[in-house]
């Protein structure tokens, strides 16, 4: 039985050699400059995630032996997982959660991510528990603005509208956008939306990298607007971002 609601919810951090690493110089993979700072702010900004557990995942279809050895030291260390991971990019990452991740909600946070904002992790999670229409909630790279623009392919530069909901305690407002930024997220919806990446693969970005996850939902979600309207829409995706409309940025990109 699961005492501490927070036993309830496990940290997720994909990582993996890249050139924005090698422009990063030596801060970047395979040292541990970007991942420390990650984690760091984490803690600094939510205190609650030192007693979350934490799962570093190495996306490595080729070697990376430096940066894995220093992963190593730095889990054991600390008491994190490291798992190896070789598919050929972030969207089999994405889907090779679904044979180990256990717990019933998902914080996934990606290694160039720094923390901004002050945010109590308890009252998210005693959302999910206690609404079942909430599935997934963002932390926004942006000011919550809405911010209507829509590329050729439909991508969404921004929240094409943020909705307040009275139903629940926390501030969060409805989003249509599904993105891989720093977010929780429920598993068993989680579970669904793996089958649609499956099923709709898109050519943006390439299928194996981030784009060939977070693209595919994005297209399904507006059909879903187009086809059944907001309101509709926003009951059957339960997606969010934290805060109220005009709250600061929580998160800063710094891997560039």
Known sequence: MINNILDKVGIVIPTHCS???VVNGAWGPPNLGWITTTIESLHENIPETHAVSKTIVLNQ????PTYEANLRVYCESRGYTLR????SGYRGVRLGMLDWFDKDYLFLIEHDWKWNLNIDLTPIIQTFEDHDHVNYIRFNKRDNHPKKVLTSTRRV???LYLIKDERVNINILHTPQYSNNPHIERMSKYREWCKIVEQRRVNVGGNGGAGGFEHPLQEASLDDLKALGVDKRNELWGTYIYGDLGTLAAIEHFGI
């Open 157 to 159: 530069g921004g929240d």
């Open 19 to 21: 050139k924005k690493g």
């Open 84 to 87: 190896l991971d070789c598919s």
């Open 61 to 64: 279809p080729q070697r990376s």
